[in-house]
């Protein structure tokens, strides 16, 4: 019988090769041993694609093109794709490695059908939903009155999204292995299992930490600075007043060069007596504006003292309505909104204002709302206290305005629906945020059957209207207070339950501005809704979160002059534009 000659490589150390039979020595007497091999590395950063979350990615790509509230730019579009195919990736992923932990993985055979099978239909099905897609987007477009888009977004929309899903997964996977080395440190003293756990947690806390404190924390202090060169300038043909009857004007308490961009743009923002008085077809008055800035004072009481003593030096008690507005983040208040009420009054008013923050409203919202709320609590308490000492014959109608932000003050100024009617003779709030109380428990209590946008609520002088023609019915009661809010407003319906809830605006009866086409989907909608709010105002009014002009019909249902007609509104609507 022929022997085997087992011949050992010569770069094996020698102490290894003399562990090797000799071909002179019986195989039985000298077994042949082998070195343990090392464990295969694992690829993790360029490991393949899971199949069940490429799968579910594909599934979410497509649903991402769905229309939601408001049209979405093709950049916006390509980002949210990219977001919602990760999301997609990771829930399919995890669930494939799921099965196969329970199951054991599945043959090489089977898998490779799979993914022909996926090779094979995702182009297809990408194809159709971006021609849906774009149907989708431009209807949308038409129906809020916006030219369409052009077809070539397509192709960059499709860039931006894989570009998206890429730095995303690679995220992910930078993560995971992170993970896996901070797992392997702690095997050396902790089983694997709770080995693995102690390095997901430690990965997880230092990568919320790097985003907290490195981009959060740096997108914060970067808006700070811009927000406060900002607030240092003054708009374009924005003046000093001449006026006496302005903050920062002649004999004013209130500084110029310490009202802010903001403050400056509202107190020099008044018409004209002659363009009043050619208005109202009869002699008007000089309005009044009264304004305080961040630097104006030291905190929001001595601002709110500041206002009340310029009240009292402008005669703004003196006149028939006394207007408190709280603004938005940056001490901003819509021109438009100020003039109307001053050329329904032909000047007879008195607007004031404070700012407490020069923040835009995004930034104002997630840092801080107590800022806003302790402001309105302020100006608006200081204000009625000054305004109650009057004798109730002859005290000015007191009138609230919120927008957006400011609406959130007001709310939390007040507390509960009833006090919020008692306040003043009137309300107007427009916009208002999916985190305002008042608004929310006002909508849980409307009549049953009344639809979540536009809700009858029973026992108080609360209006709600996503279309502000709706008020215009002169024989109806007045209201006290009225909420404008439109049905494709996401900073009213936006929230973090639509990740997996499907929202009442989208069950039953829908508003006549929701498309039809629009459907809920867990993950997907959330993401799209969030990407309107980046956009929400750059849409005409009466959409998204722009208003404007429509504050005329909320004006003239809470508190007209006297002999004012539905024609006299649509003529100062046509006026402001």
Avoid at 308 to 315: A, I, Q
Avoid at 341 to 365: H, I, K
Avoid at 388 to 417: C, V
Avoid at 531 to 552: A, I, W
């Amino acid at each position: 019988m022929r022997r085997r000659v087992v011949a050992s490589p010569p770069s094996w150390p020698a102490a290894l090769r003399a562990r090797i039979p000799s071909p002179r020595r019986p195989l039985a007497d000298s077994p042949l041993v082998l070195p343990a091999l090392p464990p295969p590395r694992r690829r993790i950063v360029r490991s393949g694609l899971s199949l069940a979350g490429a799968g579910l990615a594909a599934v979410f790509y497509c649903l991402s093109f769905t229309p939601s509230l408001l049209p979405r730019a093709w950049f916006l579009q390509g980002v949210v794709a990219g977001i919602t195919a990760a999301m997609g990736y990771a829930s399919g992923a995890a669930a494939g490695a799921l099965v196969r932990r329970v199951r054991g993985p599945f043959r090489a055979g089977t898998t490779r059908i799979a993914w022909l099978l996926l090779a094979a239909a995702l182009p297809v099905l990408v194809a159709i939903f971006l021609w849906l897609g774009t149907r989708w987007q431009r209807d949308l477009r038409l129906r809020l009155g916006m030219p369409p888009a052009p077809e070539y977004d397509v192709a960059r929309t499709v860039g931006i999204s894989l570009l998206t899903f890429g730095l995303l997964l690679l995220i992910a996977r930078m993560l995971r292995l992170a993970t896996h080395g901070c797992s392997l440190v702690f095997r050396r003293v902790f089983p694997i299992p709770a080995a693995y756990c102690a390095g997901t947690l430690v990965v997880a806390v230092l990568a919320y930490g790097a985003f907290d404190g490195l981009l959060v924390a740096n997108l914060f202090a970067t808006a700070d600075r811009l927000a406060a060169v900002e607030n240092s300038g003054t708009g374009n043909g924005v003046t000093v007043p001449a006026s006496a009857l302005r903050s920062g004007g002649p004999q004013s308490f209130v500084p110029w060069h310490t009202l802010g961009r903001q403050g400056r743009a509202f107190v020099a923002g008044a018409p004209t007596g002659e363009q009043l008085t050619e208005f109202a077809g009869r002699p008007a008055l000089e309005p009044i504006r009264v304004y305080a800035g961040l630097s104006s004072a030291g905190t929001v009481e001595k601002r709110a003292e500041l206002v009340v003593r310029e009240m009292d030096r402008t005669g703004a008690f003196e006149r028939s309505v006394v207007a408190v507005f709280t603004p938005t983040g940056t001490g901003w208040v819509d021109n438009k909104v100020t003039r109307s009420l001053e050329y329904m009054y032909a000047g007879d008013t008195a607007l004031v204002s404070m700012q407490y923050s020069y923040l835009p409203s995004f930034f104002a919202f997630m840092g801080d709302r107590s800022e806003v709320a302790d402001a309105a609590d302020a100006l608006i308490g200081a204000v009625r206290e000054r305004w109650s000492r009057l004798p109730a014959a002859t005290r000015p109608r007191l009138l609230l305005f919120g927008e957006s932000l400011g609406t959130y003050g007001m709310e939390m100024t007040f507390g509960t629906p009833q006090r919020l009617v008692d306040g003043a003779d009137g309300a107007l709030l427009l916009g208002p945020t999916f985190a305002n109380p008042t608004h929310r428990e006002l909508t849980a209590g409307r009549v049953p059957g009344s639809p979540v946008w536009d809700p009858s609520y029973p026992g108080l002088p609360v209006e709600f209207a996503d279309d502000a023609a709706e008020l215009r019915d002169p024989t109806g009661s007045r209201p006290k207070v009225v909420y404008l809010q439109n049905a494709t407003d996401p900073v009213v319906w936006w929230s973090w339950d639509l990740l997996w809830k499907k929202p009442e605006w989208l069950t039953g009866r829908r508003a006549p501005d929701v498309t039809p086409d629009m459907h809920w989907y867990p993950g997907i909608t959330f993401w799209q809704i969030t990407c309107d709010l980046v956009f929400s105002n750059k849409v005409p009014t009466g959409h998204g979160h722009s208003y404007k002009s429509e504050t005329v019909d909320g004006w003239a249902a809470i508190a007209p002059p006297p002999g004012w007609t539905t024609q006299d509104s649509l003529r100062l609507r046509a006026l402001l534009g």
